[in-house]
Structures are given as structure tokens and as C-alpha cells.
T-cell receptor, first 114, second 118 residues
Framework: DTGVSQDPRHKITKRGQNVTFRCDPI?????LYWYRQTLGQGPEFLTY????????KSRLLSDRFSAERPKGSFSTLEIQRTEQGDSAMYLC????????????FGDGTRLSIL | AQKITQTQPGMFVQEKEAVTLDCTYD???????LFWYKQPSSGEMIFLIY??????QNATEGRYSLNFQKARKSANLVISASQLGDSAMYFC???????????????FGTGTRLTIIP
């Protein structure tokens, strides 16, 4: 049973560049979530998919952020025109549709903006 | 108001002793769930234990138990017989309005850094 996989683990980029992260959930999980975690804080919810449908988006998800899950399997999170404040750990999680199952997290992608 | 409050930024505990990590929450929903996660220095979030608001008994998972006091809105994590590998950040989280399947987000506290001393 493979866990949630995120790629890349680390990304360093210059301010103004676009970046894209990928998340592969646990294979039988219908729900997929993105969170952002800054230093010294708990994760903050960004968005959530059930299969390919994006059902909820946080106000934190500005128009520079876009997330997709085109075939209901893997998901991508793109940040356009990155800013210093985007530096954070981006965490992906997945869960099954059954009951109140916990969200299982990947190792995260750490983004550093120069 | 903070939805999840963890008042202990850091704790130091002797190996083999029990430790209680505090968590209080704020919600007006009658149906909610409380989760505890462990985050080692490597970064991954590891699910530990879950308590539903309607669960009659406190949740237990191995060395982890949840001291759920609904009237006080507290959900403290108890780790028995602590081990060196328990050193990590611990986060309390809540999902509100469980009857609404469209409301899936977890709200996290700021965490407690636990250090186990040999």
C-alpha cells in the first residue's frame, strides 16, 4: 500500500516564475486535498477535490493559484508569478469516501522563492 | 476566535513517562471530528487518532489515547510510555459539520513541539 506521493520534494525558484507541483494520492482514495504550511504554523487548507470535481476553495487560493485533478487520480497545483510570501511547504492529502476517514498526507513540497 | 488552540508551544518529557498534549476547540456545530497528527522533522504528517463528537467512549490507538471532554471543548492527546521516536511536532485538527459532505477541510492548531529526553 503506497502512500501519498508528492513531487518535487524541494523547489527553489526566482520571484516571478511559475511553478507546478504534482500529487499522487493513495490509489483507492476519491478525495484529494491541498494545504499550505508556513514556518511555525499548522497546515492551512487551500482546496479539495472529490474525484475530478474541485468542491471547495479557500480564500487563501488567490487567482495566481490553480489546482486540477483532470482524471480523478493525480493532481497538480500551479502557482503563477511567484511572490516571496509563497515560500512554504505545500502538503497534499487524500482520503476515502467512506465515513469520517482521516486524511493521509504526503511528505510535502518545500517551495523557496529567491 | 481561534478554532483550535494548542497552548503548549514546547514540552520536554523524560523517556518512558506519560505526556498530555492540550487541545481546545471552538465550534457551534453539534457534529464534528477531532484529529491528532504527528509531524517529525522530516516533514510528513502522520495520522494518530480520531474522535467524533458523538462517540461515547474516548478513542484509543496503542500508546495514544484521547481525553475528550465535550463540555469543556477539549481533546487532549495522551501518550503513554514515551519513546525517543515520539519527539516531533503534534497538531490537533478539527473537521466541522460532519453531516455536510461538501465540508471537508481540516482546521489545524499551531502545534506543540514534544522533545523526549533519554
Amino acid at each position: 500500500d503506497t502512500g501519498v506521493s508528492q513531487d518535487p520534494r524541494h523547489k527553489i525558484t526566482k520571484r516571478g516564475q511559475n511553478v507546478t507541483f504534482r500529487c499522487d494520492p493513495i490509489s483507492e482514495h476519491n478525495r484529494l486535498y491541498w494545504y499550505r504550511q508556513t514556518l511555525g504554523q499548522g497546515p492551512e487548507f487551500l482546496t479539495y477535490f472529490q474525484n475530478e470535481a474541485q468542491l471547495e476553495k479557500s480564500r487563501l487560493l488567490s487567482d495566481r493559484f490553480s489546482a486540477e485533478r483532470p482524471k480523478g487520480s493525480f493532481s497538480t497545483l500551479e502557482i503563477q508569478r511567484t511572490e516571496q510570501g509563497d515560500s512554504a511547504m505545500y502538503l497534499c492529502a487524500s482520503s476515502s469516501l467512506t465515513g469520517n476517514q482521516p486524511q493521509h498526507f504526503g511528505d510535502g513540497t518545500r517551495l523557496s522563492i529567491l | 476566535a481561534q478554532k483550535i488552540t494548542q497552548t503548549q508551544p514546547g514540552m520536554f518529557v523524560q523517556e518512558k513517562e506519560a505526556v498530555t498534549l492540550d487541545c481546545t476547540y471552538d465550534t457551534s456545530d453539534p457534529s464534528y471530528g477531532l484529529f491528532w497528527y504527528k509531524q517529525p522533522s522530516s516533514g510528513e504528517m502522520i495520522f494518530l487518532i480520531y474522535q467524533g463528537s458523538y462517540d461515547q467512549q474516548n478513542a484509543t490507538e496503542g500508546r495514544y489515547s484521547l481525553n475528550f471532554q465535550k463540555a469543556r471543548k477539549s481533546a487532549n492527546l495522551v501518550i503513554s510510555a514515551s519513546q525517543l521516536g515520539d519527539s516531533a511536532m503534534y497538531f490537533c485538527a478539527m473537521r466541522e459539520d460532519l453531516s455536510n459532505f461538501g465540508n471537508e477541510k481540516l482546521t489545524f492548531g499551531t502545534g506543540t513541539r514534544l522533545t523526549i529526553i533519554p
